[in-house]
């Protein structure tokens, strides 16, 4: 709560890496038009154009956005019931760490590299890779509402 955040509804711990990602945005309207009920922490990483476009986007759901930090983001992820990112090493491991379901925004320009990541995700069960943003909410409802 101190975070800006409704502690009875799920969060989602949304990052692409150190520098951050135009995809961020597109997360947070994806999820915007959506009917979900949840809390998203956004990490936009040194990308301070995002950042300030996710500080001023008007959301129906609470939001925390950060910048770039030197800490690593765990007790963020901690805080979330699943996480948002690329299907990179990094991304994985650290939900992997945080016992958290990853949720994996299918690659493009780094499909040759990170299609055995998003291969191993689906494979071993910890996490979902949608290839497209209007996918996102269905997957999300997914996670939150799973038994697992």
Request: with cysteine.
């Amino acid at each position: 709560a101190r975070l800006g955040l409704d502690p009875v509804l799920p969060t989602g711990f949304v990052s692409f890496g150190g520098q951050g990602s135009v995809k961020l945005t597109e997360i947070a309207r994806s999820v915007a038009l959506s009917t979900l009920k949840l809390n998203l922490i956004f990490l936009c990483g040194r990308y301070s154009e995002v950042y300030k476009e996710l500080t001023e986007l008007k959301t129906p759901y609470p939001k925390l956005v950060l910048g770039y930090t030197r800490e690593t983001p765990i007790y963020y992820q901690h805080l979330a019931q699943f996480i948002i990112g690329k299907p990179g090493s990094m991304t994985i491991t650290e939900a992997l760490i945080a016992k958290k379901p990853v949720i994996a925004i299918k690659s493009r320009g780094m499909w040759p590299v990170q299609r055995g990541n998003e291969e191993w995700v689906e494979e071993n069960k910890v996490g979902i890779v949608v290839s497209r943003m209007d996918a996102l909410p269905d997957a999300i409802h997914q996670v939150i509402t799973s038994d697992d």
